[in-house]
C-alpha cells in the first residue's frame, strides 16, 4: 500500500449516508435470516471489500450461520477478464451447505460470475449472492442476485470497506470520489493493486 496517494482524488459527496446503510443492512439481515432458517448456512465473504459490510450483515442475521472469507485479485495482465486468483482459499468445506456468496459491490458481474462457477464445483446444495451494492449499468454478465442493498449509478464509490488504491475503506458512510474534477468510474492509476475489476474494464 502506498502512503500517498499519487493523484489527488476528492470525495465529492456521500452517496449512501450510515444511517441508510444500516436500516438497509439490518432488512437484508432480516430477510436472509427468514430465507435460510433451518438451513446450513454458510456465508462467504470475498475480501476485501466486503468485510464490512458481512461484519454488519451477520449481527443483523438471527439464524445460524458460519462465515468464512475468500480471498482474490484478478490476474495481472488481465483486468476485468474475470479471471481471479484466489489469494485465500476458504478454511471449511461447503459440500451440501447453502451457500451465500458476500459482495461489497457487483459491477461488471465477471467476479461474481467466476466466483460461483468456483463455489459451485465445490457441490454445495445452492449459491446465492448477497450484494450491497448493484452497479447493474456496468453489466456484462447477467447474474441473479436474490439479496441486493442498493442500485447505484456509474460513479466510483469508497467508504464502507471499499477503496481507492487501498485508501477510505474506513469511512462509515459511501461516498464518491472524483480525480481530476469529475466523477470517475475508473481511476487513470495503473498500479497493480489496481488488479481491480471494479476500476477496471
Ligand atoms: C470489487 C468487488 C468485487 C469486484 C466487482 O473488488 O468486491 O469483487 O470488484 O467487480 P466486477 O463485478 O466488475 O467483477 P475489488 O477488485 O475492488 O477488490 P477489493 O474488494 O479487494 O477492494
Known amino acids: ?18 444511517n441508510r446503510l444500516q436500516e438497509r443492512v439490518s432488512e437484508l439481515g432480516q430477510e436472509i435470516s427468514q430465507a435460510f432458517d433451518g438451513k446450513d448456512l454458510a456465508i462467504v465473504a470475498i475480501l476485501k471489500g ?16 458460519s462465515i468464512d472469507f475468500m480471498g482474490i485479485s484478478s490476474y495481472a495482465g488481465q483486468p476485468g477478464s474475470g479471471v481471479v486468483r484466489i489469494t485465500k482459499d476458504l478454511d471449511e468445506s461447503i459440500a451440501g451447505r447453502s451457500v451465500l456468496l458476500v459482495e461489497d459491490i457487483i459491477d461488471t458481474g465477471l467476479t461474481a460470475n467466476y466466483l460461483l462457477h468456483t463455489l459451485k464445483q465445490r457441490k454445495p446444495a445452492s449459491v446465492d449472492i448477497c450484494a450491497l451494492l448493484d452497479k447493474s449499468a456496468r453489466r456484462i454478465i447477467d447474474l441473479p ?15 464502507y470497506g471499499m477503496d481507492y488504491q487501498q485508501h477510505y475503506r474506513n469511512l462509515p458512510h459511501i461516498a464518491i470520489l472524483r480525480l481530476n474534477g469529475s466523477p470517475k468510474s475508473q481511476p487513470d492509476s495503473t498500479d497493480s493493486d ?8
Open 145 to 159: 442476485i436474490p439479496y441486493r442493498g442498493f442500485e447505484i449509478p456509474d460513479v466510483f464509490v469508497v467508504g
Open 50 to 65: 466486503s468485510f464490512v459490510f458481512a461484519a454488519d450483515l451477520l449481527r443483523a442475521m438471527t439464524t445460524e450461520c
Open 1 to 18: 500500500m502506498k502512503s500517498f496517494l499519487t493523484t489527488e482524488p476528492e470525495l465529492q459527496k456521500v452517496l449512501i449516508p450510515q
Open 194 to 201: 489496481q488488479a481491480d475489476s471494479r476500476n477496471v474494464s
